[in-house]
């Protein structure tokens, strides 16, 4: 009898667990396998108070690196949302990994074009990338899709939201 009684304590403390991470996530994306700034969104999700915007700073050396990222960004907004549903959240972009946000790779990486239209439409996300990064690699700015806002240069875009107090968020390599 005292074992039913604890057997049920722990499936109530999995289940209360396990709730709220199934429900972060939409039926069609999953939990990512690697979180490595979930520490971060933990310490954002169990403040008192929200802080003024987190901005989430991309920057590789790898033009597929979104088709990680991606993911784990669509998964630490929701979470944030679900706490502080008026966060505002935002996302720089700098590094390789842009190019495969221009509309003519969306056949290359459907999944990243996916994430970046539920990002932006879905969880009001402010997604930016490098003009500078852009017209060094022969991008023009209409070459991104109108989802994105292309910044003259992602660094001071960086420094416009840390004036703001927003948390800074740079995206890691999954390890």
Known sequence: MKYLQILRGVLLLLLLFISPLVAAVSSS???PDELPELEQINAIINA???PPGVVF???EYDESAFTWIMPRLVYYTTLIHQRFADLPVAVVSHGEEMLSLTKE???I???VHFDLE???KELDVVFHVCGSFASLNDIAESEFPDVIDVVPFAPAQVSDYKSLDYVVIDAELSE
């Open 29 to 31: 994306h999953e939990i």
């Open 48 to 50: 008192d108070e929200a």
């Open 57 to 59: 700073v991309i920057y």
């Open 105 to 107: 790779s969306a056949e």
């Open 109 to 111: 990486y459907p999944e």
């Open 118 to 120: 539920t990002l932006v």
